[in-house]
């Protein structure tokens, strides 16, 4: 646990005064998904030149139900077809994708690219046919990122049926196919 969270203060904050403040919070969120059932962690490593191992990616998430508590206050926002989804127990969240700087801006579209192997293994795993994520609408670099790795946001979450804006909530839905 504690190099998961040198690895979210990290890959977080570029201001190191911030580092203990992000990585408490992370390893908070952390523990609380840990409990969830079918909870999954995958964790990315590389050996440098001294044979030690060193930490440079994770992804962790969870199998959603339709009517599990992950989805309170939001279900307003959510297409009935994600709805399903959820139901037939093939959606998976994904809470969080941690890597490095450089794989957030270089070769972002590449299969090999190591958010994209982390979060596909991960609904691989679980036979998911979708992921789902949800990110605070003020975190623009994480927006980016994910829709470099093939994230979309969820049409319900921008309009209406109509294409009325709809009253914004704090974090966007995206989904993964």
């Not at 390893?27 to 590389?46: Q, S, Y």
């Not at 060193?54 to 962790?60: D, I, P, R």
């Not at 829709?147 to 993964?176: E, H, I, K, N, S």
């Amino acid at each position: 646990m504690p190099e998961l969270g040198d690895l979210y203060a990290q890959t977080s904050t570029g201001d190191p005064c911030a580092w203990n403040r992000a990585r408490s919070a992370f390893l908070r969120r952390l523990a609380t998904d840990v409990r969830r059932p079918g909870f999954a962690l995958l964790i990315a490593e590389t050996t440098v030149s001294s044979g030690a191992t060193l930490l440079t990616g994770c992804a962790h998430g969870f199998p959603v139900r339709g009517g599990g508590p992950w989805w309170q206050g939001l279900d307003g926002y959510l297409p009935e077809g994600l709805l399903r989804v959820a139901a037939s127990g093939r959606l998976f969240a994904i809470s969080e994708i941690l890597v490095g700087r450089s794989v957030r801006t270089q070769n972002q579209s590449r299969d090999w690219n190591l958010a994209r192997r982390l979060q596909r293994r991960l609904l691989t795993d679980h036979a998911a046919a979708l992921g789902v994520m949800l990110v605070h609408r003020g975190d623009v670099r994480t927006l980016e990122a994910l829709r470099f790795w093939g994230w979309q946001y969820v049409l319900a979450d921008v309009a209406d049926a109509r294409g009325t804006p709809l009253c914004a909530p704090p974090c966007r839905v995206l989904v993964l196919r």
